[in-house]
């Protein structure tokens, strides 16, 4: 199901409004305007963040395929959670995203020779 929600929600992302920045910057117009962290940025960050947003989860996506890149793909989409909760409101999702995500993660594990455990990192 994880990987469904990356997939579809970067399915969703192609579309023109979305790509287009307008959605993150009514978002922000909407949240922001008026606090303490009012500013009035360029258009183009929005643009841009559309842009890194659809990469993140694509990337997140194609990486959870991959046993070998799955801990990168977690650590990615943990970052990227939280990043995403101080910019929309959406905290609730994105807590529950991560903790979705650890699911995947596991735990590298080496062995001497003759299997007896040698250390366990969480690299």
């Given amino acids: 199901i ?3 929600v990356y997939i579809f929600a970067a399915f969703y992302k192609t579309k023109s409004i979305f790509i287009s920045g307008y959605i ?3 978002v ?4 922001f305007t008026g606090s303490l962290i009012s500013w009035n940025p360029p258009h183009e960050l929005f643009v841009g963040l559309s842009y890194l947003t659809f990469l993140v989860e694509i990337g997140i996506f194609l990486f959870l395929i991959i046993p ?3 801990n990168y793909a977690v650590k990615v989409g943990v970052i990227f959670h939280i990043a995403t909760a101080f910019v929309v409101p959406v905290a609730l999702f ?3 995203m991560i903790f979705s995500l650890l699911l995947f993660y596991t735990p590298k594990i080496n062995y001497r020779s003759d299997r007896t455990l040698v250390e366990k990192t969480l690299v």
């Fill in 24 to 26: 993150l910057e009514q």
């Fill in 2 to 4: 994880i990987l469904q």
């Fill in 68 to 70: 070998k890149f799955r």
């Fill in 28 to 31: 922000y117009i909407q949240d």
């Fill in 94 to 96: 994105g807590a529950t």
